[in-house]
């Protein structure tokens, strides 16, 4: 292939050194012959052969050295695509584009999905490259048409189209066959005339009334196949237009298809048998294995279509959610305005039963909202100020105002579609071997059809005309139909059951690893748990507050600390009546003790402490001393401790909130209180002390709450087969805890956040098929480390953008629902593989008379083609069956 030019926008780049470094990531790639980067266009130019080096490695090359580069997608609804040959040719057509990053079409769903440099390449010549290839492309939305709509109605005219030609088929094909079936079995007799007729009278004289003719006379002379000829051309220049329209354009894209194997075979039935009439030869016409070829593919093709439809009922119901209105207050009005319209921050009303039109915070009022068709959540879920509420779903009952804050493509429904639409248009990694195998298939089988005819023509001596008809009946039989749906099919309907039920899948190799799950890694907080903590516990030494004499007996310090510390003891707010009840005492050993006005000093001192937190821990303790009414000071100073604690100032004291192991490394004695925190880890609390100037003052207990649905989800994935496994980052008498309450018997504990996805490594290393499940965020890094990253609870979080699998619902059975989804589906895909696969292997050599010599059975080209229809049918309706499994 000649040398291309590649212009990729690039991202990130700041200077001369970045330049530098992008060059030189570009020019070691082999195949790349020139590259020139400007950062002042933040371009780099790329000269390179296509046959060393892909464009996508041009884009992971300056990934991988620190940049990004800008790229677009684009789905392009494809027309005229029939077969895996057809696909495989759309796509190559798109890839010889330079500045085509990737292409990837979906014969099933009749779509490409197509990654480019807009830098490089236009709309205009994507679409000229499909239909240079012999293929349409539906044409963008007109003004106010949304683009749904304009493909929708394109489909439509085509199925309508096909229609019309398959009842002209079925109603001059079907009385086609009757008739002449009707003559070859004698029912009828020839309506012979002329010489014929002639002919015939004195045979009879001769021989007798009752003398058998067959197909001795010229076929030009018996009226029934002047009929045939009638009735069989519309048949096959009509109802066949499309075949021979599709074949011709492959032919001058130097290609074949099934269209060619489809106007090659009718086409030997029908002009053979004009010929034989012109010809004024003697011998059987074969107009109605022309028509009925054609007529029964296309009854083949409209079924396809109608079950192909619902493959993707999934998109179409995502899509039907959207409202086409909404209400909102402009000018002190309420005006009712497309939801196009909508602007983020505008207040928006929704009454009882209606749709939320878009992406938004609940702003007064309150109602149940059904979030099921978006998250899966059967239950409807209640609303309250503050809450968020996501775009097209169903208010129940009450009316309130929301303040919008996503709109159009950025709402959550808008997402969800693009990314159902993407993972059904991704190709598997299975999908492979038949892109190999549809590539030189029909070729393959015209080849066959060739040496079948004349091997039975010039060696078995059958004749022209069986020699004939093996080759055409091996030309109908080996359409690749049926290989081209097996697998786009299974995708689609997998992907869409996941989207219907909140399992959202990235792509097809995502869904195809996920069916080799092994083990399952568990992160705890927020995931086994509801990741909302609560304090629990407040413990305080008996010291407590820091009056110097007992301080001085703590070793607290110098004389300025001492007096630091009577100033925060001085500064804390008095005990807040009733609260110390809540805080009984639980059995502590002899040096601790539980005193109502030192329980709040200490929450008083940590909390101010986390005020600054972000770590669920801290807010749980700064939120429970905002509930018990205490006035936070603002700490001086903050830091965290990543998986370990905060250290921060407060009141002139630096104060350690976290692990006891982050007290033994900053040599704070725990003494006393070590006995206490062990007691509150054996009952599965985080138990986090708490120290000034190196003194430990007490220890705050924070529990987190298992989730219901926890202990079923993973005894579920142990059901099957699959190992699970906690990572948390509390210490192992917790995590033991949390685990004996769920049934995990291994445990990952004190895993930093930056070493889970060093403990995903080691568990791969185990040789074992990791998916980590976490919450999308904070375990980003592990996600991205496992086979299979599985996030939970990210709603309507943009979190779907990372994770290979998105759980809509906070709920952790989604997991081995997801798993045992991508199992039924790769399942599905190696059955339909394996139908098509055989169907061809066994059939193509009954078609081409393997059978002939040992039995005298012959494919006729009529069951040939009824075959053909029946496998696509088949594979589709196999995929569907994914549905029923998962209703």
């Not at 010889?96 to 440099?117: K, M, T």
């Not at 018996?222 to 599709?246: C, E, K, M």
């Amino acid at each position: 292939m000649a040398e291309q030019q590649i212009h990729l926008p690039v991202t990130g780049m700041t200077c001369a050194s970045c330049v530098r470094r992008v060059e030189k990531a570009l020019a070691k790639l082999p195949g790349v012959h020139e590259v020139q980067v400007n950062l002042a266009a933040e371009q780099a130019s790329v000269r390179f052969d296509p046959d060393s080096v892909a464009p996508q490695q041009l884009q992971a090359a300056v990934e991988q050295a620190g940049y990004g580069v800008v790229t677009e997608r684009i789905e392009l609804p494809i027309t005229g695509m029939t077969c895996a040959s057809c696909s495989a040719r759309v796509e190559k057509a798109l890839k010889r584009i330079p500045g085509v990053l990737d292409a990837s079409v979906n014969l099933a769903a009749e779509r490409a999905s197509v990654v480019f440099s807009p830098a490089s390449v236009s709309y205009a010549e994507l679409r000229a490259a499909v239909e240079q290839a012999g293929y349409g492309v539906i044409a963008p939305s007109e003004i106010g048409v949304p683009p749904e709509d304009v493909e929708a109605a394109a489909r439509a005219a085509e199925v309508r189209r096909k229609q019309r030609q398959l009842l002209v088929g079925v109603a001059l094909g079907l009385p086609l066959f009757v008739l002449s079936m009707a003559r070859d079995v004698g029912l009828i007799e020839p309506w012979l005339f002329g010489r014929a007729l002639e002919a015939r009278q004195l045979m009879e004289r001769v021989m007798g009334p009752d003398t058998e003719m067959g197909h001795a006379y010229p076929a030009f002379y018996d009226l029934w196949n002047w009929i045939f000829l009638i009735l069989a051309t519309p048949v096959q220049f009509f109802s066949g237009r499309d075949f021979y329209i599709n074949a011709w354009k492959a032919l001058k894209a130097r290609a074949a298809n099934m269209d060619t194997l489809v106007a090659m075979g009718s086409s030997a039935a029908y002009f053979y048998s004009v010929g034989l009439m012109l010809r004024g030869a003697s011998g059987h016409v074969y107009f109605e294995t022309a028509a009925l070829i054609i007529t029964l593919i296309l009854v083949g093709k409209y079924l396809e279509s109608r079950a192909k439809s619902r493959t993707s009922a999934a998109i179409k119901t995502l899509m039907s959610l959207q409202p086409r209105t909404a209400r909102v207050v402009r000018g002190g009005q309420e005006v009712d305005v497309p939801v196009a319209d909508v602007r983020v921050g505008e207040i928006l009303i929704v009454r009882p039963g209606e749709k939320i039109p878009v992406d938004g915070v609940l702003v007064s009022g309150a109602s149940s909202v059904d979030e099921s068709l978006v998250t899966g959540e059967s239950l409807p879920v209640e609303k309250q100020p503050g809450d968020t509420l996501i775009g097209a779903t169903l208010n129940r009952s009450g009316s309130f105002q929301m303040r919008a804050t996503r709109v159009g493509k950025e709402t959550a429904l808008a997402q969800i579609i693009r990314l159902v639409q993407e993972a059904q248009g991704s190709r598997a990694p299975v999908q492979r071997l038949v892109d190999r195998v549809a590539s030189v298939f029909v070729p393959v089988v015209i080849l066959i059809a060739l040496l079948t005819f004349a091997a039975w023509f010039f060696i078995g001596d059958a004749g022209f005309t069986r020699a004939l008809l093996f080759a055409v009946a091996v030309l109908v039989i080996a359409c690749p139909c049926a290989l081209g749906l097996a697998t786009p099919t299974a995708i689609m309907v997998g992907t869409g059951v996941g989207a219907e039920r909140g399992i959202l899948i990235k792509n097809a190799e995502s869904l195809e690893r996920a069916a080799h799950i092994q083990t399952v890694a568990l992160d705890k907080t927020g995931t086994i748990t509801e990741g909302r903590p609560a304090v629990t516990d407040v413990v305080v030494l008996r010291q407590f507050p820091l009056h110097p004499s007992l301080a001085a007996a703590h070793g607290a310090g110098s004389a300025e600390q001492l007096e630091a510390q009577q100033v925060v003891a001085d500064a804390l707010p008095s005990p807040v009546a009733g609260n110390g009840a809540a805080f009984a005492a639980r059995g502590q050993s002899e040096d601790v003790a539980v005193e109502g006005g030192a329980e709040e000093r200490l929450l008083w001192l940590a909390a101010s402490a986390e005020s600054r937190s972000e770590h669920p821990l801290g807010e749980a303790i700064a939120r429970t001393a905002r509930e018990r009414g205490l006035a936070l000071a603002t700490p001086e100073r903050f830091t965290a401790i990543a998986g370990a604690g905060i250290e921060a100032k407060v009141a002139g004291q630096t104060v350690l909130v976290g692990a006891p192991r982050l007290m033994t490394e900053r040599g704070v004695a725990l003494d006393a209180l070590a006995a206490e925190v062990e007691r509150l880890q054996a009952m599965g609390k985080t138990a986090m002390v708490v120290a000034a100037d190196g003194v430990a003052l007490g220890v705050i207990a924070v529990a987190d709450t298992v989730r219901p649905t926890s202990a079923a989800a993973i005894a579920e994935l142990r059901d099957q087969g699959i190992e699970v496994v906690m990572l948390t980052g509390d210490n192992a008498r917790t995590a033991a805890a949390i685990a004996a309450q769920v049934g995990v018997s291994r445990v990952l504990a004190e895993v930093r956040p930056e070493d889970k996805a060093a403990e995903v490594h080691r568990l791969q290393e185990e040789g074992r098929v990791v998916a980590m499940v976490g919450d999308g965020v904070n375990d980003a890094p592990a996600l991205a480390s496992a086979n299979v990253g599985i996030a939970i609870g990210a709603g309507a979080d943009v979190a779907i953008e990372t994770a290979d699998i998105t759980l809509m619902r906070g709920d952790l059975r989604g997991v081995p629902q997801a798993i045992a989804l991508s199992r039924a589906t790769m399942r599905t895909i190696r059955w339909n593989l394996f139908w098509a696969f055989i169907y061809n292997v066994l059939l193509i050599p009954v078609a081409a008379g393997a059978l002939y010599p040992f039995t005298g059975w012959q494919l006729s080209p009529i069951l040939a083609a009824g075959a053909m229809a029946f496998s696509s049918v088949f594979v589709v309706s196999n995929s569907l069956r994914l549905r029923r499994r998962f209703a």
